[in-house]
């Protein structure tokens, strides 16, 4: 199996950055896309940033400009620099990777990190 476990959150005031993390761990053969959920409360889950194996990147319009995916491929790990936080950040982040368990395999396993790290944002 593989897990996924995300860390970084905490407390921020507006304007303010913080740096999340996500390794990867398990039956690993190799991983192709790697991005960052996000959940507030009451509110439906959406995808924040997403960096594709050969580095290519995508951000919702809601954080562009503000945070940066990258990722270690080394360490099967995904973080995301978050700059000029805004109180509407506040929520929970899950991370996600798209994982090929074996060699060979044609179809990449989608997981979801399962605690998330949660962050907030005070105005």
């Known amino acids: 199996q593989v897990q996924l476990v995300e860390s970084g959150g905490g407390l921020v005031q507006a304007g303010g950055s913080l740096r999340l993390s996500c390794a990867a761990s398990?039956?690993?053969?190799?991983?192709?896309?790697m991005g960052w959920y996000r959940q507030a409360t009451g509110k439906q889950r959406e995808l924040v940033a997403v960096?594709?194996?050969?580095?290519?990147?995508n951000y919702s319009d809601s954080v562009k400009g503000r945070f940066t995916i990258s990722r270690d491929n080394a360490k099967n790990t995904v973080y995301l620099q978050m700059n000029s936080l805004k109180p509407e950040d506040t929520a929970v982040y899950y991370c996600?990777?798209?994982?090929?368990?074996?060699?060979?395999?044609?179809?990449?396993?989608?997981?979801?990190g399962g605690k998330g790290t949660l962050v907030t944002v005070s105005s």
């Open positions: 960096v594709t194996g050969s580095g290519r990147t």
């Open positions: 398990g039956r690993i053969f190799s991983i192709s896309a």
């Open positions: 996600n990777a798209d994982i090929f368990p074996r060699y060979g395999a044609t179809t990449p396993i989608h997981y979801v």
